[in-house]
């Protein structure tokens, strides 16, 4: 048998295989967040036949100052459960599992799309940030405890609409990326100075989510484990965090880039963050998840056996083709 079509189990949750879908933004959801039919249609598409193992559905913003862009799901106080329901249904009457990816922008919001004042860990520009872009403000400790707050909330509704799981988002230049990194975090409190301040906020998440959904419920968190920039974050601020977050609570690694996105431009192999998950999922216990510019199943199952993670991501190949999982599959 391939290694990509043997099961894992995260927390008590079985996959039937090693493949997984990673958040692809779509921009399908209706104007105010909430699930439109055309949404509905896209997932039962990339669902059907449940060759997916683990699908994640693209990140849903905890509340309206974390809004990332127009036609971005909503997981807020406004959000559809119902319409949410209806989601995961479908995805589980494919055959698939599914989590909900929580997200907060920070820094990268826009006061054009969320009409409030952007927030981040620091009052600094973000790396890469357009002219136009306002430099948010530093969060006090009341912002910092109505985000972790939010994204407990946010689980909770996630749960009650059915999704098997939740993945917090700490990558690609997202709101807890900026405190993790040091290009954007420069605070001088508990929050910031060493990477124990700096993942602070995480924790604190971590444990709160656990507590409120219960230890039976899977918590994955994507992590930017490394800028692949001069000053930022590194591998082995990834595998401290990651050994920290799995102590908290966390079931499942996702391991992507930080303030460099998801891609990299110095490398043209397949599972372009593999350096990162490799070191990550040597020191840690619980599953990891590798993404990045894996296209052919023989790439997914050699990264598999040379141990570089414990499930691939494979984003474009199945945005382009949404036969591709089921050709591949169908090759074992």
């Known amino acids: 048998m391939r290694m990509i079509d043997r099961s894992i189990t995260i927390n008590k949750t079985n996959l039937k295989n090693r493949l997984v879908m990673p958040p692809m933004a779509t921009a399908k959801s209706n104007v105010d967040g909430t699930v439109s039919q055309t949404l509905c249609e896209y997932y039962a598409e990339k669902s059907a036949g449940g060759y997916i193992g683990l699908i994640i559905t693209e990140h849903s913003f905890i509340?309206?100052?974390?809004?990332a862009s127009k036609g971005q799901m909503s997981i807020d106080a406004g959000c559809d459960i119902e319409g949410l329901k209806k989601l995961t249904d479908t995805i589980h009457k494919n055959g698939s599992k599914v989590l909900c990816q929580l997200n907060h922008a920070g820094g990268a919001a826009s006061c054009e799309v969320t009409g409030h004042e952007p927030l981040s860990a620091s009052g600094i520009s973000m790396p890469k940030a357009k002219e136009t872009q306002k430099v948010p403000k530093e969060m006090s400790s009341s912002d910092i405890h109505k985000v972790i707050t939010d994204f407990t909330a946010a689980a909770l509704r996630a749960k009650e609409s059915g999704y098997d799981g939740v993945e917090i988002h700490s990558a690609h230049g997202y709101l807890?990326?900026?405190?993790?990194?040091?290009l954007t975090n420069k605070r001088e409190d508990e929050y910031g100075g060493g990477i124990d301040g700096r993942i602070r906020i995480h924790l604190e998440i971590?444990?709160?989510i656990r507590e409120a959904v219960g230890s039976d419920y899977p918590v994955a968190l994507r992590l930017g484990a490394c800028d692949y920039m001069e000053g930022g974050s590194t591998i082995e601020?990834?595998?401290?965090a990651a050994k920290q977050f799995e102590k908290a609570g966390v079931d499942l690694l996702d391991i992507s880039g930080g303030f460099n996105g998801y891609m990299r431009k110095?490398?043209?192999e397949p599972g372009w963050f593999a350096d990162a998950s490799a070191a990550i999922k040597r020191e840690v216990s619980i599953p990891v998840i590798l993404t990045g510019g894996v296209a052919a199943v023989s790439d997914a199952e050699k990264l598999l056996s040379d141990e570089k993670a414990d499930l691939i991501g494979v984003g474009r190949a199945i945005l382009k083709d949404s036969l591709w999982a089921q050709n591949a599959m169908a090759l074992g």
Do not use: C, H, M
């Not at 807890?176 to 040091?182: D, H, K, T, V």
């Not at 601020?237 to 401290?240: H, K, R």
């Open 176 to 182: 807890l990326n900026q405190f993790y990194s040091p």
């Open 206 to 208: 971590i444990r709160a």
């Open 63 to 67: 509340n309206e100052e974390g809004k």
């Open 237 to 240: 601020d990834g595998v401290y």
């Open 266 to 268: 110095d490398t043209a």
